[in-house]
C-alpha cells in the first residue's frame, strides 16, 4: 500500500513540467515550422508547434487513464511505435492521402472517446489509437527539415509525444473524484472541437 501511495504523484509532477512545455509554443500554428535546426531540439520542438497535434496525443493519455489498468500505460506506448513507423513513411515520401483529414478526425474521434466515457476492449482502442498515430507520425516525417538528423529528429518527436501522453495522464488521473470525472470528459469535448475546427479548415 505505500509502494502505490508513493509511485501515485509522480504523473502530476510530470505534468506540471509538460504543461510548462506546451503553453509556450500552443500559440504557433500547426505545421508551420521555418528555419529550424533540426536534429533532436527540433525534434522535440515539432509536436509542440501544432494544436491539432497536441490535442491529440494528450487524448491519447487522457483516454488511457480514464480506461485504466493497463490500458493506462499500452495506449501512449503504442502511439509512439506506431507514430515513429508513420515518420519513416513521411521521410520516404512514400503515397499517403487523408494526412490532414486524418490528423483532424483523432482529435474528434479520440476527443469523443473521452467525452463519452467510451470503454472498448483493449486491442480496439491500441488499433483506433495506432491508425491515428501513423497520420501525426506521416506528417512529422514529411516536414522533417532538410538540415536535420533523421534519427535524432525522431527520438526527439518521439520523447515530446510521450510527455504529452504524460501530461493527458496525470490530467486523466482526476477521474478518482467526480468532480474529476466531469472535468475529464469536458477536455474530451474541448478536444473533440479543437478537431472539428481543424476538419473545417482544411475541408
Same mark, same amino acid.
Given at each position: 500500500?505505500?509502494? %502505490?501511495?508513493?509511485?501515485?504523484?509522480?504523473?502530476?509532477?510530470?505534468?506540471?513540467?509538460?504543461?510548462? !512545455?506546451?503553453?509556450?509554443?500552443?500559440?504557433? /500554428?500547426? %505545421? /508551420?515550422?521555418?528555419?529550424?535546426?533540426?536534429? @533532436? =531540439?527540433?525534434? #522535440?520542438? %515539432?509536436?509542440?508547434?501544432?494544436?491539432?497535434?497536441?490535442? &491529440?496525443?494528450?487524448?491519447?493519455?487522457?483516454?488511457?487513464?480514464?480506461?485504466?489498468?493497463? +490500458?493506462?500505460?499500452? $495506449?501512449?506506448?503504442? #502511439?509512439?511505435? =506506431?507514430? +515513429?513507423?508513420?515518420? +519513416?513513411?513521411? =521521410?520516404?515520401?512514400?503515397?499517403? *492521402?487523408? =494526412?490532414?483529414?486524418?490528423?483532424?478526425?483523432?482529435?474528434? *474521434?479520440?476527443? $469523443?472517446?473521452?467525452?463519452?466515457? +467510451?470503454?472498448?476492449?483493449?486491442?480496439?482502442?491500441?488499433?483506433?489509437?495506432?491508425?491515428?498515430?501513423? #497520420?501525426?507520425?506521416?506528417? %512529422?516525417?514529411?516536414? $522533417?527539415?532538410?538540415?536535420?538528423?533523421?534519427?535524432?529528429?525522431?527520438?526527439?518527436?518521439?520523447?515530446?509525444?510521450?510527455?504529452?501522453?504524460?501530461?493527458? *495522464?496525470? @490530467?486523466?488521473?482526476? *477521474?478518482?473524484?467526480?468532480?474529476?470525472?466531469?472535468?475529464?470528459? &469536458?477536455?474530451?469535448?474541448?478536444?473533440?472541437?479543437?478537431? #472539428?475546427?481543424? !476538419?473545417?479548415?482544411? !475541408?
Amino acid at each position: 500500500m505505500n509502494s %502505490h501511495s508513493i509511485s501515485r504523484p509522480r504523473p502530476a509532477a510530470w505534468a506540471l513540467f509538460v504543461l510548462l !512545455l506546451i503553453l509556450l509554443p500552443a500559440t504557433a /500554428s500547426a %505545421h /508551420s515550422e521555418t528555419g529550424g535546426v533540426g536534429g @533532436f =531540439v527540433s525534434g #522535440f520542438k %515539432h509536436p509542440l508547434t501544432g494544436l491539432d497535434h497536441i490535442v &491529440a496525443m494528450v487524448a491519447v493519455g487522457l483516454w488511457g487513464a480514464f480506461l485504466g489498468g493497463r +490500458a493506462m500505460w499500452t $495506449l501512449p506506448v503504442v #502511439f509512439p511505435m =506506431v507514430m +515513429a513507423l508513420g515518420g +519513416a513513411m513521411g =521521410v520516404l515520401a512514400m503515397p499517403m *492521402i487523408g =494526412v490532414e483529414t486524418g490528423i483532424a478526425l483523432s482529435g474528434i *474521434i479520440l476527443g $469523443l472517446m473521452v467525452a463519452c466515457a +467510451a470503454r472498448p476492449p483493449l486491442w480496439v482502442a491500441a488499433v483506433i489509437v495506432g491508425i491515428f498515430a501513423i #497520420f501525426h507520425g506521416y506528417a %512529422h516525417g514529411e516536414e $522533417l527539415p532538410e538540415a536535420a538528423n533523421a534519427m535524432t529528429f525522431a527520438i526527439g518527436f518521439v520523447i515530446s509525444t510521450g510527455l504529452l501522453h504524460l501530461s493527458g *495522464i496525470a @490530467f486523466g488521473l482526476l *477521474i478518482k473524484w467526480p468532480w474529476g470525472r466531469i472535468a475529464v470528459r &469536458a477536455g474530451g469535448l474541448v478536444i473533440c472541437l479543437i478537431g #472539428f475546427g481543424f !476538419l473545417f479548415k482544411w !475541408l
